[in-house]
């Protein structure tokens, strides 16, 4: 079983509209967490990290943590052609230079 | 943006024939990762260096994979002898310490035909 799950699997949002792509982990070491998104041909780059409960928000992003359920979610508002992308949660047990564990990603389509 | 280089972006060897990438990490970024990323998107850990040691590894028992972090010079994955089930993108990533983001290359992309 994947430490890292991720759902939904693909998304089609229109323009203008909210994606929401969720996580969860099952490792509960796991206290770390970021949101890479990965355009094709192109390496991940991370979007966010949260590693506290509640809210962060980054200019249209917004990570949410719930560290007793070990579940975190990334809002995307006002979403743009360019943000359609691969969205990868991730996470790792210390914020050492351990490893970093990813989920199986969210294809994210923005419908013009 | 990544300043990660990775070199070559596309790489096909026969099966059985050995593979060779690297990967010079960004200025100042004594941390480096390798993750393999199959055609279904999913990563796997490969290994980490801190300088030039290894901080972790998965199991390389097959001993078909090495990789280094030499002092100035790039890392580099190797796979003695490619198989089939080792296509895919290749990413490397570096990191300058505890508290800062990790970034990653544009990877290699090995095909094994």
């Known amino acids: 079983q994947q430490k890292v799950q991720q759902s939904p699997e693909s998304l089609s949002v229109p323009e203008g509209g909210m994606a929401s792509l969720n996580c969860t982990s099952s490792d509960r070491n796991f206290q770390y967490f970021w949101w890479y998104r990965q355009h094709s041909g192109e390496g991940p780059k991370a979007l966010m990290?949260?590693?506290?409960?509640g809210d962060k928000k980054e200019g249209r992003f917004t990570a949410h943590l719930n560290k007793a359920s070990l579940h975190v979610s990334l809002h995307i508002r006002d979403s743009q052609p360019s943000d359609s992308a691969l969205y990868f949660c991730?996470?790792?047990?210390?914020?050492?230079?351990?490893?970093?564990?990813f989920g199986a990603g969210t294809k994210l389509t923005i419908k013009p | 943006n990544s300043k990660v280089i990775q070199t070559p972006r596309y790489l096909v060897k026969g099966q059985g024939q050995k593979a060779k990438m690297r990967c010079i990490p960004e200025?100042?970024?004594?941390?480096v990762f390798w993750y393999q990323q199959n055609k279904n998107n999913e990563f796997k850990f490969l290994i980490n260096?801190?300088?030039?040691?290894?901080?972790?590894q998965i199991d390389m028992t097959e001993k078909r994979f090495s990789a280094e972090c030499p002092s100035n010079s790039p890392c580099s994955l190797e796979i003695q002898s490619s198989e089939a089930g080792d296509s895919a993108l290749y990413l490397c990533a570096s990191r300058r310490g505890r508290d800062t983001e990790v970034f990653f290359g544009k990877g290699t992309r090995l095909t094994v035909v």
């Open positions: 990290s949260i590693f506290s409960d």
């Open positions: 991730a996470a790792s047990a210390n914020y050492g230079n351990e490893k970093i564990t």
């Open positions: 200025k100042g970024h004594p941390v």
């Open positions: 260096f801190q300088n030039q040691e290894v901080l972790q």
